[in-house]
């Protein structure tokens, strides 16, 4: 299984390299590409790919290293995440930063009804 996903990997990467004609990666650019690849859990590869796209996010391979991230999300069981990111990436628009914990909302949790007023007493 791991030899398999391995040979699909450097398909991709092969494949990518030819058919855009990319230039080649900058030394510090490799680097974090084969942290990418070599990551062994879901974990570590998402965390190599949210480092690589914050120290090169103009790279060329920013495509190549979000799919990675997709497809760990996908392999993990969750596929939610898998689809954002899948989405992301294909859209270029980067995912909205997410709420800070413990702060509260300041959207109301549901709309007031338009036209009533509560009974005068």
Same mark, same amino acid.
């Given at each position: 299984? /791991? @030899?398999?996903?391995? !040979? =699909?990997?450097?398909?991709? =990467?092969?494949?990518?390299?030819?058919?855009?004609?990319? /230039? *080649? *990666?900058?030394?510090?650019?490799?680097?974090?590409?084969?942290? #990418?690849? $070599?990551?062994?859990?879901?974990?570590? @590869?998402?965390?190599?790919?949210?480092?690589? =796209?914050k120290a090169f996010p103009k790279s060329e391979y920013r495509g190549f290293a979000l799919t990675m991230a997709a497809d760990a999300y996908e392999a993990g069981g $969750?596929?939610?995440? !898998? #689809? #954002?990111?899948?989405? $992301? &990436?294909?859209?270029? =628009? *980067?995912?909205?930063?997410? +709420?800070? !914990? $413990?702060?509260?909302?300041?959207? +109301? &949790?549901?709309? /007031?009804?338009?036209?009533?007023?509560? +009974?005068?007493?």
């Amino acid at each position: 299984m /791991k @030899r398999a996903f391995t !040979a =699909v990997v450097l398909l991709a =990467v092969g494949s990518l390299l030819l058919s855009a004609q990319q /230039k *080649p *990666p900058a030394p510090d650019e490799l680097k974090g590409l084969q942290e #990418i690849v $070599n990551a062994t859990t879901v974990e570590t @590869r998402v965390a190599a790919v949210d480092n690589f =796209v914050k120290a090169f996010p103009k790279s060329e391979y920013r495509g190549f290293a979000l799919t990675m991230a997709a497809d760990a999300y996908e392999a993990g069981g $969750n596929i939610t995440k !898998a #689809i #954002i990111d899948a989405y $992301n &990436t294909k859209s270029g =628009v *980067p995912a909205p930063a997410t +709420p800070a !914990a $413990n702060l509260p909302s300041t959207v +109301p &949790t549901a709309p /007031k009804p338009a036209g009533t007023k509560p +009974p005068s007493q």
